[in-house]
């Protein structure tokens, strides 16, 4: 039985997931939810237990100095809660860890057990993979779902994947057999420069998101980091040239197949997000704790770490990496 001491009634819960390791290239996904954290000083108040699901050979804890004394962290996934302010409150349930090791059916009915507790209403994991994409057009966000009126309501994919997944797909297929709306989306990072960070995906990801749960999250300095993201690796590229040209067919395949999809519906979206900063901009900032004074257990949160500036992008490779779930992306 879980016992959620501390934790106020929610106001239309939405839990949101990010897991570090297969799905989660250039680390875009577990930034955004960590930015989430961050911006809405999100209070930890609860943890799994990582003698359950990890493998400390394969995600070894780490141990620091606080006020000179030692101390381990160890790698397991801990939720928090924030309350999203503004004319329509809502919170928003954040769960960031690693992907497991093992036992993956307890984990996820572990999550569930949360959800169920706080009352959540929809689950959204967050995912990224490879792909031959350019670093140069915006990131394709791809947004997928078993249930196929939430396909039709939300406008979704409805997933017909079949092959190896990650806890990214079994999450959702845990949401869908326990009966808990669950949607992912997915981030494509370009597999030839695919070290974190990448706040250009990470971004695209909250955009998304935003969309997706009708709710205004603050970027804070994600979208200078972002275009700072993508100069460099823009000198990058240059300095070689089989690189560049790489690079250019890209475009080309890209701009190619997305010119019949030149809609209005991507334009009114990006001037409706527009409507809603500018609105929020004048109002008062959303944000705060949803705990009382952070009353309750809480947990060690993992220190935010600092990443340094992509390195030279190899050449490319046949292997262009994973798609959704971790699988191999298929030829369309």
């Not at 329509?88 to 690693?98: E, N």
Request: include cysteine; aromatic fraction near 6%.
């Amino acid at each position: 039985m879980i016992e959620l001491e501390g934790v106020p009634e929610l106001i239309d819960p939405v839990m949101v997931a990010a897991f570090e390791g297969w799905n989660d290239a250039g680390d875009a996904a577990s930034t955004a939810v960590a930015h989430l954290d961050r911006e809405w000083k999100g209070e930890v108040f609860a943890a799994l237990d990582a003698e359950d699901y990890y493998d400390f050979q394969v995600n070894r804890p780490t141990v620091f100095m606080d006020a000179g004394v030692r101390k381990v962290t160890w790698p397991t996934t801990r939720l928090s809660v924030v309350r999203v302010g503004g004319d329509k409150p809502r919170d928003l349930v954040l769960v960031r860890g690693i992907e497991p090791s093992m036992r993956w059916r307890s984990f996820c009915n572990e999550l569930l057990g949360f959800a169920h507790e706080l009352g959540v209403e929809l689950v959204v994991v967050l995912g990224a993979l490879l792909g031959d994409t350019p670093h140069t057009r915006p990131v394709p966000i791809s947004g997928t779902t078993s249930d196929p009126d939430l396909a039709r309501r939300m406008g979704l994919e409805e997933t017909k994947y079949e092959g190896p997944t990650g806890i990214v797909g079994i999450l959702q297929e845990a949401c869908t057999h326990a009966g808990v709306p669950a949607v992912s989306l997915w981030a494509a990072v370009p597999h030839y420069v695919s070290q974190p960070p990448n706040p250009k995906a990470t971004l695209a990801l909250l955009n998304r998101l935003e969309d997706l749960i009708d709710v205004r999250i603050p970027l804070g300095e994600l979208a200078e980091d972002a275009r700072a993201w993508q100069v460099g690796v823009d000198q990058l590229a240059a300095e070689d040239s089989e690189v560049s040209e790489y690079v250019q067919s890209l475009e080309e395949a890209r701009d190619t197949a997305e010119l019949p999809e030149a809609s209005g519906e991507a334009i009114a979206r990006e001037f409706e997000r527009y409507l809603r900063r500018r609105d929020g901009a004048s109002g008062p900032s959303a944000g705060g704790h949803a705990t009382d004074g952070g009353d309750g257990p809480s947990y060690r949160k993992d220190a935010p770490g600092g990443r340094a500036r992509p390195s030279r992008p190899p050449k490319p490779e046949t292997d262009t990496g994973t798609g959704p779930d971790g699988e191999e992306p298929s030829e369309e």
